[in-house]
């Protein structure tokens, strides 16, 4: 199923449209629908099968399972590790230059990271979270003038303590730039241009709305670009000459900061930018292909980015729940061991100082819950 979603039926379509692409058997899609009488679903999908000449069955699921499964697609997305590259498999019998649409992610194992450009709607927006997302650090302090030698009338180093700090600021989210001069021209036209220009050309194309996806692909001896919107294939730029191609790659690669170096494994990197006062998250993912270097590049916006960013503070909170429980059984193994052996515990100042920091850092949080309720009382 998630390879599905992440070849055919993109992550952002499934959650507008309320259905999940189940199993391929043959040329046959089975699709399961929350509501399988939704007319403009089906006809979303009818749309998408015709390019690959597959019929469509229906079968009804609960709302409840598509919102446990899309929850799955994500966190495999971000927790399963990236598989080796294969060579091309036998398969397909249609040659890939000649493949008429969708995003071509045949070429992808079902590594996931694969959620594609989302629209505005706000069809289903009461899903709950549960997806990966960086880990919280607790910073340990270490005093910096800690004695060799201590004498025992020695009083315990108020030194240690560290200062009172104050919450720092809500970093704000950087502007995503943005100069397509030539959106009026023919994709063959932007196709001459430099790596720096047509990169921008690119952007201010799949930035334009709908379910959008770049797609980088390398052939031989030269390289393609594929624009699809909403799971249709829009432009394909062919037969761009490999310094061209790889220059746009690494022009990419400068927008959201990831190392120019060719990988050599898969990796990926996800910013969030605003854009025309637009909250984004720009994912992009570099793979090794057969020829080198490949991408694509998805864009996260409206219902697929709350959404997801549901889910990022989900798993965040559930990772400072886990360290809050290791720091509570730390302190009682403190204070068992030091009922039975006394003695001065030197960091006990600035352990208190940091959970005082902590302490306020929560209240905060829940003030900012509260106001948020008070603004959005239907959320």
Same mark, same amino acid.
């Given at each position: 199923m998630f390879r599905l979603i992440d070849?055919?039926?993109p992550f952002e379509a499934c959650l507008y449209y309320q259905f999940l692409p189940l199993a391929l058997e043959g040329k046959h899609l089975k699709l399961g629908m929350v509501v399988p009488q939704d007319s403009s679903a089906l006809d979303y999908v009818r749309h998408i099968l015709a390019y690959l000449n597959c019929s469509l069955k229906t079968e009804q699921i609960t709302a409840s399972v598509h919102q446990v499964m899309l929850s799955a697609y994500l966190n495999h997305s971000h927790t399963s590790p990236s598989p080796k590259t294969q060579a091309p498999q036998k398969k397909h019998k249609v040659p890939r230059s000649e493949q008429p649409t969708l995003i071509l992610d045949d070429a992808l194992e079902p590594e996931s990271e694969s959620t594609d450009l989302s629209p505005a709607p706000t069809r289903s927006s009461g899903l709950s979270p549960t997806v990966?997302?960086?880990?919280?650090?607790?910073?340990?302090?270490?005093?910096?003038?800690?004695?060799?030698?201590?004498?025992?009338?020695?009083?315990?180093?108020?030194?240690?303590?560290?200062?009172?700090?104050?919450?720092?600021?809500?970093?704000?989210?950087?502007?995503l730039e943005v100069q397509a001069r030539y959106l009026s021209q023919p994709i063959e036209f932007i196709a001459t241009l +430099?790596? $720096?220009?047509?990169?921008q050309?690119?952007?201010?194309? =799949? &930035?334009?709305?709908? /379910?959008? #996806? %770049?797609?980088?692909?390398?052939? +031989?001896? $030269?390289?393609?670009?594929?624009?699809?919107?909403?799971? =249709? &294939?829009?432009?394909? /730029?062919? #037969? %761009?000459?490999?310094?061209?191609?790889q220059g746009v790659i690494i022009e990419l690669k400068r927008v959201v900061q990831l190392p120019l170096l060719p990988v050599i494994q898969p990796k990926q990197v996800e910013v969030e930018r605003r854009y025309q006062e637009e909250s984004l998250l720009l994912r992009l993912r570099v793979m090794p292909g057969t020829h080198g270097e490949e991408a694509t590049l998805q864009v996260l916006r409206g219902v697929a980015l709350k959404f997801y960013q549901r889910q990022q503070l989900?798993?965040?909170?559930?990772?400072?729940?886990?360290?809050?429980?290791?720091?509570?059984?730390?302190?009682?193994?403190?204070r068992d061991r030091s009922s039975r052996h006394p003695t001065t515990i030197e960091t006990l100042p600035a352990l208190n100082q940091m959970l005082q920091g902590l302490d306020k850092q929560l209240k905060a949080l829940t003030a900012l819950q509260a106001s948020q309720h008070s603004d959005n009382p239907l959320e």
């Amino acid at each position: 199923m998630f390879r599905l979603i992440d070849s055919i039926l993109p992550f952002e379509a499934c959650l507008y449209y309320q259905f999940l692409p189940l199993a391929l058997e043959g040329k046959h899609l089975k699709l399961g629908m929350v509501v399988p009488q939704d007319s403009s679903a089906l006809d979303y999908v009818r749309h998408i099968l015709a390019y690959l000449n597959c019929s469509l069955k229906t079968e009804q699921i609960t709302a409840s399972v598509h919102q446990v499964m899309l929850s799955a697609y994500l966190n495999h997305s971000h927790t399963s590790p990236s598989p080796k590259t294969q060579a091309p498999q036998k398969k397909h019998k249609v040659p890939r230059s000649e493949q008429p649409t969708l995003i071509l992610d045949d070429a992808l194992e079902p590594e996931s990271e694969s959620t594609d450009l989302s629209p505005a709607p706000t069809r289903s927006s009461g899903l709950s979270p549960t997806v990966s997302a960086q880990r919280s650090r607790v910073p340990s302090p270490i005093p910096s003038n800690l004695p060799t030698e201590r004498s025992e009338e020695a009083a315990p180093s108020t030194a240690m303590i560290p200062a009172p700090v104050a919450l720092p600021p809500v970093e704000a989210v950087p502007i995503l730039e943005v100069q397509a001069r030539y959106l009026s021209q023919p994709i063959e036209f932007i196709a001459t241009l +430099a790596p $720096q220009h047509l990169l921008q050309e690119l952007l201010g194309r =799949v &930035l334009l709305g709908g /379910i959008g #996806r %770049l797609y980088f692909e390398r052939q +031989a001896d $030269q390289g393609r670009i594929l624009w699809s919107q909403d799971g =249709v &294939l829009q432009s394909v /730029i062919e #037969r %761009l000459t490999l310094p061209v191609f790889q220059g746009v790659i690494i022009e990419l690669k400068r927008v959201v900061q990831l190392p120019l170096l060719p990988v050599i494994q898969p990796k990926q990197v996800e910013v969030e930018r605003r854009y025309q006062e637009e909250s984004l998250l720009l994912r992009l993912r570099v793979m090794p292909g057969t020829h080198g270097e490949e991408a694509t590049l998805q864009v996260l916006r409206g219902v697929a980015l709350k959404f997801y960013q549901r889910q990022q503070l989900e798993k965040l909170s559930q990772d400072a729940l886990k360290l809050a429980q290791q720091l509570q059984r730390k302190l009682n193994e403190i204070r068992d061991r030091s009922s039975r052996h006394p003695t001065t515990i030197e960091t006990l100042p600035a352990l208190n100082q940091m959970l005082q920091g902590l302490d306020k850092q929560l209240k905060a949080l829940t003030a900012l819950q509260a106001s948020q309720h008070s603004d959005n009382p239907l959320e």
